[in-house]
């Protein structure tokens, strides 16, 4: 089991960047895929990045690739999000989630493991 906490998010203008963390509990982070998802209010979880256990593979929903990058550090059992070129409807609140299986997927319900979510606010 894998206890997850999200920080860095924020309010920042449109054009701004901010980094997201997701520090994780326990020895298991290295095995386990992870990934990043966010919900805007009204709407449905969305997927934005995976990375496998390693960090060799990564995958990004096609409308956030060239802005966001996933990364991972294990020897500190953490995850990134670097966001750039922020714009108003990144607006969401920001989930990292623990997929032991690593079945590297972009949908929600494959991952196991959920932080609290830390929100990111772009004002235009």
């Known amino acids: 089991q894998v206890q997850l906490v999200e920080s860095g998010g924020g309010l920042v203008q449109a054009g701004g960047s901010l980094r997201l963390s997701c520090a994780a509990s326990?020895?298991?982070?290295?095995?386990?895929?992870m990934g990043w998802f966010r919900q805007a209010p009204g709407k449905e979880r969305e997927f934005v990045a995976t990375?496998?256990?390693?960090?060799?593979?990564?995958y990004y929903a096609d409308s956030l690739k060239g802005r966001f990058t996933i990364s991972r550090d294990n020897a500190k059992n953490t995850l990134y999000l670097q966001m750039n070129s922020l714009k108003p409807e990144d607006t969401a609140v920001y989930y990292c989630?623990?997929?032991?299986?690593?079945?590297?997927?972009?949908?929600?319900?494959?991952?196991?493991?959920w932080g609290q979510g830390t929100q990111v606010t772009v004002s235009s």
């Open positions: 989630a623990a997929d032991p299986k690593n079945l590297h997927s972009n949908w929600y319900a494959e991952y196991d493991y």
């Open positions: 326990g020895r298991t982070f290295s095995s386990y895929g």
């Open positions: 990375i496998n256990w390693s960090g060799g593979n990564t």
